[in-house]
């Protein structure tokens, strides 16, 4: 059985800083990402990386934040640093086999999710 675990999420203040992570089981990705919805809005590629660690990021997050992985954990993280009120919504992890893709619909399996609020 596949399972993608999101952890860290909470309420923090602006320019706060949180990391979340994401442990996987029962497969191994080659490209990994996390993305984010906010209330009443599509579903937004925030990040992604691959197994030999390329990464790339949304516009909106570069600078800021910071993607890494933990192979011999199966483990995504995600350092979110100068927060933003903007930055407040639900964040997803998710997993594919092949290489970095920016839409949703191009990841095969997903995480519960895990709230980030931030605080103006």
């Known amino acids: 059985q596949v399972q993608l675990v999101e952890s860290g999420g909470g309420s923090v203040q602006a320019g706060d800083s949180l990391r979340l992570s994401c442990a996987a089981s029962g497969r191994t990705f080659n490209a990994m990402g996390w993305f984010r919805q906010a209330p009443e809005k599509e579903r937004n590629f925030v990040a992604a990386?691959?197994?030999?660690?390329?990464?790339d990021y949304a516009d909106s997050v570069k600078g800021r934040f910071t993607i890494s992985r933990d192979n011999a954990k199966n483990t995504v993280y995600l350092q979110m640093n100068s927060l933003k009120s903007e930055d407040t919504a639900v964040y997803y992890c998710?997993?594919?086999?092949?290489?970095?893709?920016?839409?949703?619909?191009?990841?095969?399996?997903w995480g519960q999710g895990t709230q980030v609020t931030v605080s103006s």
């Open positions: 990386i691959t197994w030999g660690s390329i990464a």
């Open positions: 998710a997993g594919k086999y092949g290489s970095i893709r920016y839409v949703p619909n191009d990841y095969d399996y």
